[in-house]
T-cell receptor, first 108, second 113 residues
Framework: KNEVEQSPQNLTAQEGEFITINCSYS?????LHWLQQHPGGGIVSLFM???GKKKHGRLIATINIQEKHSSLHITASHPRDSAVYIC??????????FGTGTRLQVFP | DGGITQSPKYLFRKEGQNVTLSCEQN?????MYWYRQDPGQGLRLIYY???????QKGDIAEGYSVSREKKESFPLTVTSAQKNPTAFYLC????????????FGPGTRLTVL
């Protein structure tokens, strides 16, 4: 079993829909990251969380430390949001452990 | 513009040849990393460097080598000993090791024929 599990693996949506991507982990962590990988391969860091909730534009990330779970929400989704979203956790030994990603396609 | 550059974007090599992937950053970051990405798998750490002239093996270092002679440069050599070198390679950097957000380069897709 992977230490970081994401669901779903693939997600399609119509423009304007509310999107939720989930991440569960099984190790002790000091922080959790959400990353976005564009079709060309480049990766951008969206959020770093250690507790609670963060919001940036239409993106919201939450984390529940007790349940070892995080969610990334996208409100009013748009085709330009189409990308692979990756959850990564920083373990208590400072190692970054990556999930396998969720591929999101938003259609107009 | 500050950032991380990797070149080339696509690289083709014959089996048995060594190949060096370039990674340069002008963010004045101390720490640099090399990851490998394969379909259906999460990124895996190959090597990392916390400071110039120092580097450490990651989870999958066999068949790879690195150097860190300059703060801004962290080249990765894929040697002929790497059994399955065809993959997407990502370089990253961070201000410090272990706590800071990592900034990623655009990646190099290596295909060994």
């Amino acid at each position: 079993k992977n230490e970081v599990e994401q669901s779903p693996q693939n997600l399609t949506a119509q423009e304007g829909e509310f999107i939720t991507i989930n991440c569960s982990y099984s190790v002790g962590i000091s922080a959790l990251h959400w990353l976005q990988q564009h079709p060309g391969g480049g990766i951008v860091s969206l959020f770093m969380l250690s507790s609670g909730k963060k919001k940036h534009g239409r993106l919201i990330a939450t984390i529940n430390i007790q349940e070892k779970h995080s969610s990334l929400h996208i409100t009013a989704s748009h085709p330009r949001d189409s990308a692979v979203y990756i959850c990564a956790v920083r373990s208590n030994t400072d190692k970054l452990i990556f999930g396998t990603g969720t591929r999101l396609q938003v259609f107009p | 513009d500050g950032g991380i550059t990797q070149s080339p974007k696509y690289l083709f090599r014959k089996e048995g040849q060594n190949v060096t992937l370039s990674c340069e950053q002008n963010l004045n970051h101390d720490a640099m990393y090399w990851y490998r990405q394969d379909p259906g798998q999460g990124l895996r750490l190959i090597y990392y460097s916390q400071i110039v002239n120092d580097f450490q093996k990651g989870d999958i270092a066999e068949g790879y080598s690195v150097s860190r002679e300059k703060k801004e440069s962290f080249p990765l050599t894929v040697t002929s000993a790497q059994k399955n070198p065809t993959a997407f390679y990502l370089c990253a950097s961070s201000g410090g090791f272990g706590t800071d957000t990592q900034y990623f380069g655009p990646g190099t897709r290596l295909t060994v024929l």
